[in-house]
């Protein structure tokens, strides 16, 4: 079954070929050090886009207030966008644009696709490492790349992209900075990274599965991160090719998205017009709603795996979970318009994508009832990936239900563009997802680090997130309901200060009560709290790879799958020997069986019944 | 393709390839040809440009891709990709020009 | 432990590695193109009524780069199967005729760009429109071929075509002066008269805009393609003498590119050219 290659052979295959620093750490093809990478440097930009946030926060609670400690800073940085240490609407929208940039395309997505899919799927399907491991380095080199591009628009005159995370033209084409530019150009290098690696994954996941590791035998997290490369890979090539037409519009003068009789400023642009901004809409979200499922399944395979390690029980449902994922990513590609309820299509193609938005709750409510199912009757066990991944539950699930009034167009006339919109996704990525990405940190650190990460420290870090996160984001329902909208670069005070003539406060939007507003200052406070909240975590992080408990064993958590199976950590080339796969993923409290979990490429006992493969593959 | 060929199967295969080479030619001149005579129809002179261009299409892919006779897995992949092109022309053309919906106005 | 299924096939898939890489790499790029072509679809859908020019290219022209390419994707197959009868120097002049034709190609390309990019609209100020090829121009005058042949050239919609893409009444494109029924081929403008001027670049119209987008990203792959063909017909041939098998693969992988290269030309060449 093996082939050897007489050329390229891993280093570690010769003992004494000692590839030295650069080609161990920097330029590695190994994809446990490329995972490493990829998780080092998202989590840094996740770090960053968290604390434009925390700079946005405050502007939103003390609108024109000069910035404690930072606004200084940002004044030498930015120069008149931050004059006196106030944050300007320029600045805010550049900030709130990056933010949102930073977060799903250098942090979330790097983390949960690239980080966690490159150090575990090779092992958990029994692979030596990723089917293209050179394609894999340069996936994270074009990665670093585009995030080197898009930070390094912060510091030209008129700065970074400021027309939204979206990049809605004809705004983002006639705003007088370069940042623009800077963003499409960035967005290039990152997608490509994107393609690369999901090439990658789907041909490592096809090809390169041990024997005995049939499709239905995969742990779930593998299915998960299966179903988000072909969104990857067929989502991201139209946003690719929209990018290439903005860039051709701030670059080129052509007119893709300018439609004719643009005025700017008064004056007729001097575009030859006959372009659309709807059409940019729609390859945006074409791209923008599989990538709502890119954030959250592998979220979903990592809760998936720590639900079943520490109940001891299978997944109830396995069949459920992967037809459930496969599902959504199918639908995943034809409900993209539910963004553009307002832009005018008419009630027919309305009523198309609202249908569809609602058959794909389906399939969500699925997996979250399978997980929850699960519990039941399970032995379980409280440490701190555990803890993440129950409270993601209940917090994907408010995510998920307040998505629902979104999806209807009629509802969504109302919530179109408000703080509840910023409530539902931030449910479902930051209490959701990114719970279950701190959830996998804590789980995987033993196996590629040999040491635990402090507990206790766990602990504090998920109680006081938890309690933070809800903090900031529960308010922002009621505000957005009562029709507090997106984007305001001063948190509503100018709308909520025009007053009537009867002296009673009134404005354009609608009559807020004064809650919207006084509910700013709760939210910044709880932000800054959630900021403070994640330094514990830094901290364990880092001190825990010397100082950490050390693991009695290759397998600490006692888990089935193949992952476990190992040296700790791995060393290049993975498993000693070929690994089988004897049974499925999740054989834990096995009637009759000696230990109460039997890992996947351990042999039946002879003269033991043996189970049949599920499938053919 | 996914099997070991003996140099006799190539060389058929090779007869099979020039047969498509000169299938390409002549398309193309037949495309040419009828891009110079005016239908009233529009849309008819769009299908019959896209029926050609699908023919040339199918004799790559399939001859010189291999693709006739691929593996299940290739099939699955592409098949995928087909359906959300369409998806994507489609549903972007129905919300945009929806008055003009299959009608190209000329 | 080493990756297996580099050079031969996985029983179950009945694939090896780098051809379903290849498999679905193409799979994104048919995305990407083809959200290139709704982008087309939908711009001329949009457009008012005779706003899209036609005729603007040049079909001979076109359709020598179209058999230039069918060209190269049968010598880029010949190839393959050259290897596959262990005949090496057979791969050699095929290959080499692949990278020639795309040279030509490319060359060719060059050459339209250029075409386009030296052909001006001038609307003076008393709103007539002079069309053609600079000639000449210095800080006084600008002189233009203006050509009878038509190119089209409905910039604002104001033009009437029959099918072919022949304005029915050139004279509405040339200067009013100098119309008086003859063939002057040059025609002098004044920097004076002239209140825009502009060349048919991609700025010009959202025909042009598509147009060169297209090609101009098919160029690219035309480029990528034509360097990794021509590293393994050079440096990268060594590679036979040692495992010729995964030689033979990656030809056989640089030329499922190649193919697709092809087949998004197939499309093109209808779709802007003729339609």
Redesign the interface.
């Known amino acids: 079954m093996q082939h050897t290659t007489t050329t390229h052979t891993s280093a570690a295959a010769h003992a004494h070929h000692d590839p030295g620093f650069w080609r161990t750490y920097i330029f590695s093809t190994d994809h446990k050090v490329i995972g490493i990478q990829y998780a080092v440097t998202s989590l840094a930009f996740m770090f960053f886009g968290f604390f434009l946030m925390i700079l946005m926060r405050w502007q939103l609670a003390w609108p024109g207030q000069p910035i404690p400690v930072f606004g200084g800073i940002l004044q030498k940085i930015v120069g008149d966008m931050a004059a006196g240490g106030v944050m300007t609407s320029d600045l805010y929208n550049s900030f709130g644009a990056m933010h949102g940039t930073i977060m799903i395309f250098l942090g979330v997505v790097p983390m949960a696709f690239a980080a966690f899919g490159n150090y575990v799927v090779p092992l958990q399907i029994g692979a030596p490492d990723m089917a293209f491991p050179r394609i894999n380095m340069a996936s994270y080199q074009s990665f670093v790349i585009g995030g080197i591009i898009l930070m390094i628009s912060f510091f030209i005159p008129g700065g970074a992209a400021q027309a939204g995370w979206t990049s809605y033209p004809p705004l983002a084409s006639i705003i007088p900075t370069n940042g623009q530019t800077f963003w499409l150009v960035g967005m290039v290098f990152v997608i490509t990274s994107s393609l690369l690696g999901s090439v990658n994954f789907l041909a490592t996941i096809i090809q390169l599965r041990a024997p005995g590791m049939t499709w239905m035998r995969m742990p779930f997290f593998v299915w998960a991160q299966f179903v988000t490369g072909f969104l990857l890979l067929l989502a991201f090539p139209p946003l690719e090719a929209a990018a290439i037409m903005q860039l051709m519009d701030k670059v080129a003068g052509t007119s893709f998205f300018l439609p004719t009789g643009l005025l700017v400023s008064d004056q007729l642009a001097p575009i030859s017009g006959g372009g659309s901004p709807l059409l940019w809409q729609h390859l945006f979200w074409f791209l923008g709603h599989p990538e709502v499922y890119v954030l959250i399944l592998p979220a979903m395979g990592i809760v998936c795996e720590i639900i079943c390690n520490n109940t001891r029980k299978p997944i109830w449902g396995y069949r459920s979970l992967v037809y459930s994922s496969m599902a959504i990513g199918f639908l995943s590609f034809i409900v993209w318009a539910h963004h553009m309820y307002l832009t005018g299509m008419g009630t027919a193609i309305s009523t198309f994508f609202q249908t569809t938005t609602m058959i794909i709750s389906i399939p969500s409510v699925i997996i979250l009832t399978v997980f929850f199912i699960t519990l039941w009757g399970g032995s379980i066990r409280f440490n701190t990936p555990m803890l993440f991944v129950l409270a993601f539950l209940p917090m994907f699930g408010i995510g998920g239900l307040t998505g629902l009034p979104l999806g209807l167009a009629y509802a969504d006339l109302h919530l179109h563009d408000t703080y509840y919109v910023i409530a539902h996704f931030h449910y479902i990525v930051a209490p959701g997802t990114i719970f279950a990405l701190f959830a996998g940190v804590y789980y995987w650190y033993p196996k590629a680090t040999g040491r635990f990460m402090s507990e206790f420290w766990g602990k504090v870090h998920f109680w006081t997130s938890l309690f933070f996160i809800n903090l900031v984001f529960q308010p922002m329902f009621a505000q957005g309901m009562a029709g507090m909208l997106r984007r305001m670069s001063d948190g509503g005070a100018f709308y909520g200060e025009s007053v009537d003539a009867s002296g009673a406060m009134a404005n354009v939007i609608g009559a807020w009560p004064a809650s919207v507003i006084q509910s700013n200052i709760t939210i910044s406070i709880a932000a800054f709290g959630l900021a403070l909240a994640q330094i514990p975590f830094i901290v364990n992080f880092f001190v825990s790879m010397h100082n950490g408990k050390k693991v009695e064993s290759d397998n600490p958590w006692q888990a089935t799958t193949l992952e476990w199976q190992t040296p700790t950590p791995p060393p290049h080339g993975n498993f000693v020997g070929q690994p089988v796969a004897y049974r499925g993923p999740y054989e834990y409290s096995v009637p009759g069986a000696a230990g109460d979990f039997v890992p996947q490429n351990q042999p039946d006992a002879p003269g033991a019944p043996r189970k049949p493969a599920s499938a053919k593959h | 393709m996914a099997h070991t060929h003996s140099p006799e199967e190539i060389k058929k295969s090779v007869r099979k390839y020039m047969m498509v080479f000169g299938a390409l030619l002549v398309g193309t001149v037949i495309t040419v040809a009828a891009s110079y005579i005016h239908f009233e129809n529009f849309t008819f002179t769009v299908l019959l440009a896209l029926f050609i261009a699908s023919i040339k299409a199918f004799l790559v892919a399939g001859w010189f891709m291999h693709l006739i006779s691929e593996r299940k897995m290739i099939y699955f992949i592409l098949t995928a990709t087909v359906f959300f092109f369409a998806g994507l022309v489609y549903l972007t053309l129905w919300s945009m020009a929806p008055d003009s919906f299959i009608h190209i106005r000329r | ?10 029983e ?10 290849i ?3 193409l ?13 087309y ?7 008012s ?3 899209w020019p036609t005729g603007l290219l040049n ?1 001979p022209i076109g ?1 020598v780069n ?2 230039v390419l ?2 190269s ?2 010598t ?3 190839a393959w ?1 050259s290897l ?3 005949q090496f120097g057979k791969f050699k002049m095929y290959q080499t005729i692949t990278v020639l034709c795309a040279l030509m190609f490319c060359g060719i390309k060059s050459y339209e760009y250029y075409d386009k990019f030296t052909h001006y609209e001038i609307i003076k100020h008393d709103g007539t429109v002079v069309d053609g090829h600079l000639v000449s121009q210095n800080t006084n005058e600008v002189v233009l071929h203006v050509s009878h042949k038509a190119t089209g050239a409905a ?1 604002h919609g104001k033009e009437e075509h ?3 893409g022949q304005p029915k009444d050139s004279a509405k494109n040339e200067s009013a002066s100098h119309a008086a029924g003859g063939h002057h081929d040059e025609v002098r403008v004044p920097r004076s008269e002239i209140r825009k001027m502009e060349n048919y ?6 025909y042009l ?2 147009y ?2 297209l090609t101009g ?1 098919h160029a690219l792959h035309v480029i990528g393609g034509a360097a990794v063909i021509a590293y393994l017909l050079g440096p990268g041939s060594k ?1 036979w003498k ?2 010729p098998e ?1 030689f033979t693969n990656r030809i056989e992988v640089s ?2 590119f190649w ?2 290269v ?2 998004v030309w ?2 093109l ?3 802007l ?3």
């Open positions: 432990m080493e990756i297996p299924y580099t050079v031969h096939e996985r179950d898939t009945g694939l090896y590695n780098a051809k379903v890489g498999w679905l790499f799979a994104s790029e048919v995305m990407l193109f083809g959200a290139l072509f709704s982008a679809i939908l711009l001329r859908v949009g457009a009524p005779g706003a079909v359709t179209t058999i069918i060209t994707s049968i880029v197959v010949m199967a596959k009868m262990n910039t029959n099918a072919a670049g991609p700025w010009h119209n959202t805009a598509i060169f987008t990203l590679m040692t495992e995964r030329g499922l193919h697709f092809d087949l197939i499309f060449f209808p779709v050219y003729l339609l």
